[in-house]
């Protein structure tokens, strides 16, 4: 059996004004529910700004391109960046890549708020099959095969299926 492990940690000091007040910020411009989907994005984007020091450390070139790549299609960074357009990039780059802000974005929704709702409801798919979590990063060959999710559930009619 796997053990589960925390996706995130807290802050450091829990009652610190300029990081709660940049938290609030952060969580109406993203309609976000709580304060551990901003953690997550930074402890996802922590991993990859200490995976760029250490390569740049290291000079190895092959986990470099790989580290670059992966940001690539994860969609965080353009074609030809360096390492240190990994060190620069920030927790919005993260969160522009959730599928609740880019649902928002294409349109699908009219707020942030309904997008998440959409989501969690089963109203969008992605590449054709529901996707019922707001945090799915949405990477650059998937972006575009976004929209509502179109089931037709089977009548049932007396118990029985319509094909019986």
């Known amino acids: 059996m796997r053990k589960i492990k925390k996706t995130y940690s807290k802050p450091r000091k829990p009652w610190d004004r300029a990081r709660i007040e940049e938290e609030r910020k952060l969580m109406k411009n993203y309609g976000l529910r709580r304060k551990r989907e901003i953690w997550k ?76 709702q959409l989501i969690v409801h089963g109203h969008i798919q992605v590449d054709g099959k529901s996707t019922r979590f707001p945090s799915f990063l949405v990477t650059r060959d998937v972006e575009d095969k976004i929209g509502y999710y179109k089931f037709e559930p ?9 094909d019986s």
Do not use: H, W
């Not at 995976?51 to 960074?77: F, M, P």
């Not at 089977?154 to 319509?162: L, W």
């Open 41 to 116: 994005a930074a402890s996802y984007l922590r991993n990859f700004r200490q995976r760029a020091r250490d390569l740049a450390a290291r000079k190895n070139e092959e986990e470099q391109k790989k580290l670059l790549e992966r940001l690539y299609r994860i969609g965080v960074l353009e074609k030809g960046a360096s390492l240190n357009d990994v060190l620069g990039l920030t927790v919005e780059n993260i969160l522009e890549r959730r599928l609740q802000t880019i649902v928002y974005k294409k349109g699908l929704a009219n707020t942030l708020k309904q997008a998440r």
């Open 154 to 162: 089977k009548m049932k009619i007396g118990g029985q299926d319509e």
